[in-house]
């Protein structure tokens, strides 16, 4: 009876580190694709942040035309 609780205790330590493998290898996937969506997102926000500045330089151009154009008209 032991011998027998033994084999099973053996397949079932076999089972789980053969489960464990598993985890770890989609946890090792799992961190790159983090690290790929993280390279991702830090780039959108570059380039989000250049948008930006892009925008408020135009309406700082557009306003300084505007007013120009305003002083142009009152004389």
């Given amino acids: 009876m032991t011998a027998c609780k033994d084999t099973k205790t053996l397949q079932e330590n076999e089972q789980l580190k053969a489960h464990v493998a598993e ?10 694709n983090l690290e790929t969506i993280t390279a991702a997102r830090d780039e959108l926000t570059k380039e989000n942040e250049a948008l930006k500045a892009e925008i408020k330089a ?3 151009k557009r306003s300084g035309t505007k007013a120009a ?3 142009r008209h009152r004389r």
């Fill in 58 to 60: 135009r309406k700082t």
């Fill in 69 to 71: 154009s305003r002083k």
């Fill in 23 to 32: 985890l770890q290898k989609e946890n090792g996937q799992l961190g790159n």
